[in-house]
């Protein structure tokens, strides 16, 4: 009668696990919602207007690391001989490291230009007091060159 009761339990047991695995398949968007929840990242989307003269577009090009990711060159002036612009290419994911702080965009095109930069929550103020206020810095040095 134990060993019944065993084989019982055991099977109960496989049952809801089976049928909590049915239900998140077929609730993906209730999955990927308490996924979020549960996420310690934040995604924050910068328009191509946010920050003056695409300066996350100047930042992340002069910092790419082409063996990492799909990248794209077009030429450039035509007074500047043999000189390309290397871009990234479009959904292309970059990760950034800046000051020990991990951050990785994914560059969005659609009607409108955007970024979207994910990183962890407990770096949000570094990002609006230090990591984005870095990027412009870039972005203007990178200009005047």
């Not at 909590?20 to 990242?41: D, E, G, P, Q, Y």
Request: glycine share 2%; aromatic share 12%.
């Amino acid at each position: 009668m134990t060993f019944l009761n065993s084989i019982a339990t055991t099977i109960t047991i496989i049952g809801g696990i089976l049928s909590l695995v049915i239900s998140i398949n077929n609730n993906r968007a209730l999955f990927s919602k308490l996924k979020k929840f549960l996420s310690n990242k934040v995604t924050l989307v910068i328009d191509e207007y946010t920050l003056k003269d695409n300066a996350v577009e100047i930042y992340l090009c002069n910092n790419l690391s082409p063996q990492k990711c799909k990248v794209k060159a077009s030429k450039t002036e035509k007074d500047q001989k043999n000189s390309f612009k290397v871009t990234l290419e479009h959904n292309e994911k970059v990760k950034d490291v800046f000051n020990g702080h991990k951050f990785k965009w994914i560059w969005l095109e659609s009607e409108m230009k955007s970024f979207n930069l994910i990183y962890r929550k407990k770096d949000y103020q570094y990002v609006f007091d230090t990591y984005l206020p870095h990027i412009l810095n870039e972005a203007k040095y990178q200009k005047h060159i």
